[in-house]
């Protein structure tokens, strides 16, 4: 089973829908989990931390389920400015060595 | 702030031929990464350093060599390039692993073909 596993995509979505991506991981040891942005031909920025109890930011919704070993993101109320490909990414303390896993990225397009 | 950045931007080299590509951070951060990102693999990751003077393997190491001299500065090296080191090469910096959910900070990319 591969480290961190998104569904590729591509999602196309009309403006104002509610998306929702899915990612599972296979370490049960990973103590820290986000979701990053990447836009195209553009490097990689947080989106935001995914906590243990799910967290909000404005339009964006977090969730992990532990016991599943899986995080998602719901998007409301769709922009086209969300068009971008989603990464899920884990974070693993080992000793002192800290180190993210990336997913290979769910890519969301955005329709007028 | 600048952040992280990367030079060059766009690189063309020819098989066997080396270079130098060079991050650069100013926000103080510790911890410094190159990975290369190539279609349907994702972002993996080269080398790392926990430090002034530290480096350590990542997770796709052989044909790079990486350095970093100086807090602010992380170097990585082709000895001898080859076509499959075609990528895009993404730098990022961090503070310590003791904060929890520490955010990485990715530079513009650079962007090198091998031929």
């Known amino acids: 089973r591969k480290e961190v596993e998104q569904d590729p995509g591509p999602f196309n979505v009309p403006e104002g829908a509610t998306v929702a991506f899915n990612c599972t991981y296979s370490n049960s040891a990973s103590q820290s989990f986000f979701w990053y942005r990447q836009d195209c031909r553009k490097e990689p920025k947080l989106l935001m931390s995914v906590y243990s109890s799910g967290n909000e930011d404005g339009r964006f919704t977090a969730q992990l389920n532990r016991a599943s070993q899986y995080i998602s993101l719901l998007i409301r109320d769709s922009k086209l400015s969300d068009s971008a490909t989603y990464l899920c990414?884990?974070?693993?303390?080992?000793?002192?060595?800290?180190?993210?896993?990336f997913g290979k990225g769910t890519l969301l397009t955005v329709n007028p | 702030n600048a952040g992280v950045t990367q030079t060059p931007k766009f690189r063309v080299l020819k098989t066997g031929q080396s270079m130098t590509l060079l991050c650069a951070q100013d926000m103080n951060h510790e911890y410094m990464y190159w990975y290369r990102q190539d279609p349907g693999m994702g972002l993996r990751l080269i080398h790392y350093s926990v430090g002034e003077g530290t480096t350590a393997k990542g997770e796709v190491p052989d044909g790079y060599n990486v350095s970093r001299l100086k807090k602010q500065n992380f170097l990585l090296g082709l000895e001898s390039a080859a076509p499959s080191q075609t990528s895009v090469y993404f730098c990022?910096?961090?503070?310590?692993?003791?904060?929890?959910?520490?955010?990485?900070?990715f530079g513009p990319g650079t962007r090198l073909t091998v031929l």
């Open positions: 990414v884990w974070g693993n303390s080992g000793g002192s060595n800290y180190k993210l896993t």
């Open positions: 990022a910096s961090s503070y310590s692993p003791t904060r929890t959910g520490n955010e990485q900070f």
